[in-house]
């Protein structure tokens, strides 16, 4: 079984800062991504940011220059940076990270419960 225990969510001013992380756990289970999608009110849930082990991280482009996603593999943790925060990113925010058992040829998504970000203008 995975877990992702997420943290950091809150409210905030049009222009402020805050710092969401995520931290994966699970015995025999090996990450190849974590990221971060975000789910509005009436909304689809989106992609925010993506960091593939050993590949390229990608950003919406409507958080580009603004979010920054950092990870320690070691930790199996992975934190999202928001600066300069519009009200247009007032959302649920969620962890997810993918990867497989050592005992399976699959991999799985598994997601955080979500953290709520409130941004006011």
């Known amino acids: 079984q995975v877990q992702l225990v997420e943290s950091g969510g809150g409210l905030v001013q049009a222009g402020g800062s805050l710092r969401l992380s995520c931290a994966a756990s699970?015995?025999?289970?090996?990450?190849?991504?974590m990221a971060w999608y975000r789910q509005a009110p009436g909304k689809q849930r989106e992609l925010v940011a993506t960091?593939?082990?050993?590949?390229?991280?990608n950003y919406a482009d409507s958080v580009k220059g603004r979010f920054t996603i950092s990870g320690d593999n070691a930790k199996n943790t992975v934190d999202l940076q928001m600066n300069s925060l519009k009200p247009e990113d007032t959302a649920v925010y969620y962890c997810?990270?993918?990867?497989?058992?050592?005992?399976?040829?699959?991999?799985?998504?598994?997601w955080g419960q979500g953290t709520q970000v409130t941004v006011s203008s």
């Open positions: 997810k990270t993918t990867g497989k058992f050592s005992f399976s040829n699959y991999e799985n998504d598994y």
């Open positions: 699970g015995r025999m289970f090996s990450i190849s991504t």
């Open positions: 960091m593939p082990r050993g590949g390229t991280i």
